[in-house]
């Protein structure tokens, strides 16, 4: 019963996630349309030993493996979620392994549905990595 209660608990988490993004995204407003919020609250998942680790396809046409992630929707009652992936960046705003030092998240539109069952815990980052400006003028990729 103890891990059906710490999975129930990271699908009811990413529901909070997902209710706290609409908001920072400002879709619930009737007369603010501006785009001056963040669409996003990037996160990783993971089952307790390690990071949950998807991969797919950049918007450059190259493989990227990420444990970085937004969530789409989530099913409550079967305990899902649609997952987008994020791409993780380096400083000069090149693709880098997720064991590098990552300073930005960029998004891409790959989608995965995963079964929520499987985790034990969520890891909220911060909204402001995601399509983060790079500190230089020309990438070097």
């Known amino acids: 019963m103890g891990e059906h209660k710490k999975n ?5 988490e990413l529901q909070q ?9 400002f879709d619930d407003f009737r007369f603010i349309c501006d785009d ?6 990037p996160f990783i998942l993971s089952n307790g030993k390690c990071q949950f680790e998807a991969w797919g396809w950049a918007n450059n046409g ?9 969530l789409e929707a989530i099913d409550e009652r079967k305990c899902c979620a649609t997952l987008s992936l994020l791409e993780p960046i380096d400083i000069d705003g ?3 392994d ?4 990552v300073y930005s998240l960029r998004t891409t539109s790959n989608c995965i549905i995963v079964d929520l069952s499987c985790f034990t815990t969520l890891q909220p980052l911060s909204p402001r990595l995601v399509n983060r400006l790079l500190p230089i003028i020309n990438p070097k990729c």
């Open 17 to 25: 996630l997902l209710e706290e993004q609409k908001k920072l995204s």
């Open 94 to 96: 090149c693709p880098i």
């Open 8 to 12: 129930t608990c990271v699908c009811h």
């Open 98 to 101: 997720i064991c590098d030092k």
């Open 62 to 70: 190259d493989f990227f493996t990420t444990t970085f992630f937004r």
């Open 36 to 41: 001056i919020g963040y669409d996003t609250i």
